[in-house]
């Protein structure tokens, strides 16, 4: 509950049963809460509604994962919810790894829990024991041998410097991939580390296969998942892995287990 208009709307509202809301506070992100100093006045204004029942405080960090941390922003909350008995629900994934002060009664973890990094550097939860949840596969449709001089899919972005095999795989930006992913983005190609060459189309991309003489057509290949982490495709390809993780399209099947 973050506006007036929702207050308004649940006092008004015909239920069941009470609610038990989240009263956002605005601490310094500036998207959605009440001003700090209205929080005493809201609070009480909530407290008198029928509709409602339990109350917890919540707000959003901008920058738990990076070096200003959440030191203003727990200034504001502590200065506006200091004579006020409300549970707090604050620590997104960052502050939940890197800030314990600010934990309360609940954290509200979100990228972790797909086993990505909030700050975008798999490195920076490397040592938690945290394993991606999500792996993006497909195989190898097509092979071509290159000579040198050839060049590769749309712009002919990638030239190649000496005879090279690469592999065709059944994967493009109409899935999620990201388009903008440069030549040299990583993947996995049957157990073996590799990278993509050339523009990413539509429904397919091309790896090099000079470290997998082995590949063939009908061979696996990971995008991102257990054996590459998805932060690693995602810096490659100027993004972060929360974006390549819910921009998937609904024609990717999905296979649980």
């Known amino acids: 509950m973050h506006s007036d208009w929702q207050l308004a709307a649940i006092a008004e509202a015909q239920l069941s049963a009470p609610l038990a809301v989240y009263l956002k506070i605005n601490s310094g992100m500036n998207r959605l809460g009440f001003a700090p100093a209205r929080l005493p006045q809201v609070w009480q204004q909530a407290q008198q509604i029928r509709n409602i029942a339990a109350i917890t405080l919540m707000s959003h960090f901008a920058t738990a994962d990076g070096p200003q941390g959440v030191t ?13 008995p409300l549970p707090r629900c604050l620590a997104n994934s960052a502050a939940t790894l890197w800030h314990p002060a600010t934990h ?3 954290v509200r973890p979100g990228i972790v829990l797909y086993g990505a990094s909030p700050s975008g550097q798999w490195r920076d939860i490397a040592e938690t024991g945290l394993q991606p949840t999500m ?6 449709i097509a092979l071509q041998t290159l000579q040198p001089g050839d060049r590769v899919g749309y712009g002919w972005r990638y030239a190649a410097s000496a005879v090279q095999r690469i592999g065709i795989v059944a994967c493009g930006y109409a899935d ?6 440069p030549s040299g983005t990583p993947v996995w190609v ?3 580390l590799t990278r993509t060459v050339g523009t990413v189309s539509m ?3 091309a790896v090099d296969l000079t470290s997998c003489p082995q590949a063939s057509i009908g061979t696996p290949v990971e995008l991102w998942g257990r054996h590459l982490p998805v932060d690693e495709v995602a810096a490659a390809a100027g993004t972060l892995g ?8 609904q ?4 296979v649980s287990g």
């Open 176 to 181: 999620g991939y990201p388009r903008h992913a």
């Open 203 to 205: 429904d397919m991309l």
């Open 135 to 140: 792996s993006l596969r497909s195989e190898i």
């Open 242 to 249: 929360y974006e390549l993780l819910t921009a998937l399209a």
């Open 251 to 254: 024609r990717v099947p999905v």
């Open 190 to 192: 049957d157990g073996v």
């Open 72 to 84: 203003q922003q727990m200034a504001t909350i502590d200065a506006a919810a200091a004579a006020l």
């Open 104 to 106: 309360g009664s609940w």
